[in-house]
């Protein structure tokens, strides 16, 4: 029975233990949930709830006087929070993850992850977060069960077709620009650059992989055989010595070249005699 319990803890088929508080730190029920939300007493994720407050929080692209609001000022000001809360975050320990739901529903809307590589920087963080404002909001921090964002991410979002929009009961991660990525997660050492979610790509997305990965290995494939080349030249060059100029030998004379020679040399001295 203890084992049958254990197996489908977190599940649909729990009817004790809520699934979604499990899965994504959040119950659309809240308290008045008929299942137990088990909140934790320590873990490395912390979950800062409805902190993150979008521009166009009433209306999606449209500001509070109903005016449209270009989709990069949209992005500006949500880096400029990321980056902002990074920073400070940063300061109780390394951050493996920090997630911004882009969802709409009241008890995810700018809620944000953040998850620790230790339990106690986590703790540190939320014993310092105790008691202080941003953006002349109280932030509500606490223990989240999500150490897995996989789970807590909705499949469907990340590949563009999720039809239940903003209103969707699992993580629509809000994504950062690369660069920013680099910046902010670049400091840790072992990083390397890449989409804060973790899923499958799309068969597009894929390909598109693939074709850079083909195209980075002929790229490194044709710098070594030119290094190579050019190396060996080298090696021939440093390791070549000159030829030395070699002087003809004369050309030996015949019998009777050397006999006529020699008559020569007699009569002239004869003469000089």
């Keep these: 029975m203890a084992e049958h319990l254990a197996s489908i803890f977190g599940t649909e088929k729990d009817r004790v233990n809520c699934p979604f508080y499990f899965k994504i730190g959040a119950c ?12 934790p007493t320590i873990s490395p994720t912390l979950l800062l709830s409805n902190m993150y407050q979008r521009p166009d ?8 006087q109903g005016q449209p609001i270009d989709p990069r000022k ?17 300061k109780f320990g ?15 809307i700018g809620n944000v992850y953040v998850q620790f590589k230790e339990e106690d920087q986590a703790a540190a963080a939320l014993q310092a ?17 999500v ?3 996989r789970e807590a991410t909705c499949r469907q979002f990340e590949e563009n077709n999720c039809n239940r929009g903003g209103y969707c009961n699992f993580m629509h991660v809000k994504l950062i620009g690369r660069d920013l990525r680099r910046k902010l997660f670049g400091r840790y050492r072992g990083y390397r650059v ?11 997305h894929r390909r598109d992989r693939d074709r850079d990965s083909y195209d980075r290995r002929d790229r490194d494939r044709d710098y070594r055989r030119h290094k190579y080349d050019k190396d060996r030249d080298e090696r021939k060059r440093r390791h070549s010595t000159p030829r030395r100029s070699r002087s003809r030998s004369p050309v030996r004379e015949g019998s ?7 008559e020569q040399w007699n009569r002239e001295r004869e003469e000089k005699v």
């Design 28 to 39: 659309r029920h809240g308290d008045r949930c008929s299942r137990l939300h088990n909140r």
């Design 57 to 64: 929080m009433i209306t999606p692209g449209v500001d509070a």
């Design 74 to 90: 949209i992005q500006e000001h949500f880096e400029d929070f990321y980056e902002d809360i990074f920073e400070e975050l940063g």
């Design 94 to 108: 390394e951050i493996e993850s920090l997630n911004v739901c882009d969802n709409l529903a009241d008890h995810m």
């Design 129 to 145: 977060l105790q008691g202080r404002f941003y953006s002349g909001r109280p932030i509500i921090a606490d223990f989240s069960p």
């Design 147 to 149: 150490t897995d964002f």
């Design 194 to 204: 890449s989409r804060s979610r973790s899923r499958s790509l799309s068969p597009r």
């Design 256 to 262: 009777e070249e050397r006999r006529a020679r020699i």
